[in-house]
């Protein structure tokens, strides 16, 4: 019988390490570690996006290859980087939910996305359809990051992780979106982090914190 090729194991490969950077955001409460996992997962994505294209001979993969390593892999990891020295934000110590209670929810996820992901990835007629629940659940463990997390810098890492899973389950499901859309999603991400660097500042000179829940004082009182 013949086995799975190797370039088909290799973009399995990805997946899971995607998966595992994934979890690891999920326990990790130093944000520049944060930010230094995105770069990896974005560096994971290029590398997988790279093997499809050469495995598909589809051309606008390269194309997406190369906007995943300027805009994952350099741009935005510079920029979030530049905003923590800025901003002096450095550790998010204030978690809703403790690091154990955390990873349990995570498994679960996993679980539940996997399981979420069957009917899709059976319809699907790609090579990399059997990542598809991964690709579910880096978007879940993404969103269950935002969630837990009381500082802005933060909650925009979970986001931008969470967009990293949606372009994986494209690439899975469907070898990715049209051109056009793809550079669309681009500019408005980077557009997105520029809007969103001026936020933080505003909220620093305002609360001196970027903790959230400093702004419910700006709620009326009844």
């Not at 793809?182 to 001026?198: S, T």
Request: proline share 3%; hydrophobic share 60%; net charge neutral.
């Amino acid at each position: 019988m013949q086995g799975t090729p190797f370039d088909l194991q290799l973009l399995n490969a990805c997946a899971a390490i995607l998966l595992l950077l994934s979890f690891a955001m999920l326990a990790q409460r130093r944000v520049v570690a944060l930010v230094n996992l995105l770069a990896l997962q974005g560096a994971m994505l290029f590398i997988a996006t790279l093997l499809l294209a050469w495995r598909t001979g589809q051309n606008h993969l390269y194309v997406s290859a190369a906007l995943t390593l300027v805009l994952k892999v350099i741009a935005l990891p510079w920029l979030l980087h530049v905003l923590i020295r800025r901003l002096d934000v450095y550790w998010d110590s204030e978690q809703l939910l403790n690091v154990p209670g955390t990873m349990l929810i995570g498994l679960v996820t996993v679980v539940f996305a996997f399981g979420l992901a069957q009917p899709i990835a059976d319809l699907a007629n790609t090579a990399t359809r059997n990542s598809l629940g991964i690709a579910v659940a880096v978007i879940l463990l993404a969103f269950l990051t935002m969630i837990t997390r009381r500082k802005a810098m933060s909650q925009v890492v979970g986001f931008l992780s969470m967009e990293n899973g949606l372009f994986f389950g494209a690439m899975s499901a469907t070898y990715g979106m049209p051109m056009i859309v793809e550079l669309g999603v681009a500019l408005d991400v980077l557009v997105a982090m520029l809007v969103l660097g001026v936020f933080f500042f505003q909220i620093r000179e305002q609360f001196d914190s970027l903790d959230l829940h400093h702004l419910e004082s700006l709620k009326e009182d009844p």
